[in-house]
């Protein structure tokens, strides 16, 4: 099973920040999540929210205006791609306007990085999938009705083949049927070291995770 660390070490330092990916893979993990919004300044930044502290969307805010407000240097994709370039980086894009800024930065790592590209935006995805050689996955934070209509668009692309699922929603009989069609699943969202060690049983190819101490990399 893949290890992956949720926006980074963020015990120690603040998610989504490059000291963040330095502790996560220092202490072992294989490789980051992290997530792209826009700032006002048109910057592909690294930040998971939508809005900032002070109830400002981030989309209205530069990325200096957000890096004072959090106290620490807000990175861009190409910081950590360029700082980090053996980590195995799962890219969660945001929105449309953060897709038409990250996907074209991507291209020029998608050969010499280890790439998964995300979303909960399946057309962003779908884009991806048809701009890049990276592989490319669908984020889903319910179940489907059924797997088929989940994976219909996803077929015709060979490097769409990764479903990341939220932990609570996660079905052994799909996780099954979509391994049987030739995907991989990764998970995320698991909180205690049952729910890791239940993913492992699952045979899920990835997890993406806070608690390192839960995948044996802390002791």
């Known amino acids: 099973m ?4 949720h926006r980074g070490f963020h015990f120690e330092h603040p998610e989504n920040t490059l000291a963040a990916f330095e502790a996560a893979l220092g202490i072992g993990f294989e490789g980051i999540e992290t997530d792209v919004r826009v700032s006002a300044n048109n910057e592909p930044v690294l930040f998971h929210d939508r809005i900032a502290r002070n109830g ?3 989309a209205s805010l530069t990325r200096k205006q957000l890096s004072e407000l959090c106290g620490y240097t807000v990175p861009t994709l190409t910081e950590a791609l360029e700082a980090f370039p053996g980590a195995h980086w799962n890219i969660e894009i945001k929105t449309p306007a953060a897709a038409s800024l990250a996907l074209p930065i991507l291209t020029r790592y998608d050969e010499t990085h280890r790439l998964l590209v995300t979303s909960f935006r399946h057309d962003i995805v779908l884009a991806a999938a048809e701009l890049l050689q990276a592989e490319c996955g669908l984020l889903n934070a319910h179940r489907p009705a059924a797997i088929n209509t989940l994976l219909h668009a996803a077929l015709p692309h060979r490097n769409l083949r990764t479903l990341v699922w939220d932990c609570e929603i996660v ?3 799909v996780l099954r049927q979509a391994n049987a069609l ?8 698991a ?15 990835a997890i993406i995770t806070d ?9």
């Open 171 to 173: 079905d052994p009989d």
């Open 211 to 219: 608690y390192p101490q839960h995948v044996g990399l802390l002791q």
């Open 56 to 58: 400002v969307p981030v």
């Open 182 to 189: 030739g995907f991989h699943n990764i998970v995320y969202g």
């Open 2 to 5: 893949h290890l992956l660390a």
């Open 191 to 205: 909180k205690t070291a049952y729910e890791h060690q239940l993913m492992r049983e699952f045979g899920v190819h």
